[in-house]
């Protein structure tokens, strides 16, 4: 069974960085593409970024909001992805979900963690 | 403000049909059929139930439907039911990113 399940997450003041991870099962990374979506309080889905799989050698591609803060990456030998995130500010609050991506579509979503930025 | 652009509410009452429109560009929407729909149940994660413009991933029931006119795609939900309340969104990939719309709450009367 396809299993996705979020951690990581928690209060953090602005400017500060925190890691999410998101460990993964019943597949094999290199199959599927990944991807970040997150969901401020109350408002729509967001997408954050998305890895590749092995064969498009596993780039990376970021939302315009978060580029250059925050790091999409895999760690094969443990079954995580992660979201390496930076320079942290208010916006950035919300739930963080990752999924599996394909054609277009996210197929399969974590339960989502919740990352808050307040001062 | 989001990339694509949906009613914010949409209602019906049970057993009839409700449709939701997701107004892309000739950028998103208009040139990939890489449209997809998600539910979300309040405190829950959303859920995929259309992909590839009409395409139901298994288990998803028939009653949901979509599809796509030019920069504008739909979902269809026939035969409301209870558990239909929800709120659902479009995504439309859109070249190195996916786009969302902004969500539409489906009210079952």
């Known amino acids: 069974e396809v299993q996705l399940v979020e951690s990581g997450g928690g209060l953090v003041k602005p400017g500060e960085s925190l890691r999410l991870s998101c460990a993964y099962s019943g597949f094999r990374f290199g199959v599927l593409w990944m991807t970040w979506v997150r969901q401020a309080p109350g408002k729509g889905l967001e997408w954050v970024g998305r890895?590749?799989?092995?064969?498009?050698?596993?780039?990376?591609d970021y939302a315009a909001p978060v580029k250059g803060r925050f790091t999409i990456s895999v760690d094969e030998s443990k079954n995580t992805l992660y979201l390496q995130m930076s320079r942290l500010n208010v916006d950035d609050t919300g739930i963080y979900y990752c999924?599996?991506?394909?054609?277009?579509?996210?197929?399969?979503w974590g339960q989502g963690t919740l990352v808050t930025v307040s001062s | 403000q989001s990339a694509l652009t949906q009613p914010p509410s949409a209602s019906g009452s049970p057993g009839q049909s409700v449709t939701i429109s997701c107004d892309g560009t000739s950028n998103d929407v208009g040139a990939y059929n890489f449209v997809s729909w998600y539910q979300q149940h309040p405190g829950k994660a959303p859920k995929l139930i259309i992909s590839?413009?009409?395409k139901r991933p298994s288990g998803v029931p028939d009653r949901f439907s979509g599809s796509k006119s030019g920069n504008t795609a739909s979902l269809t939900v026939s035969g409301l039911q209870a558990e239909d309340e929800a709120d659902y969104y479009c995504?439309?990939?859109?070249?190195?990113?996916?786009?969302f719309g902004g969500g539409t709450k489906v009210t079952v009367l």
């Open positions: 590839e413009v009409s």
């Open positions: 999924t599996t991506y394909t054609s277009g579509a996210c197929l399969l």
């Open positions: 890895i590749r799989d092995k064969p498009t050698r596993g780039t990376t």
């Open positions: 995504s439309s990939y859109a070249g190195n990113n996916l786009v």
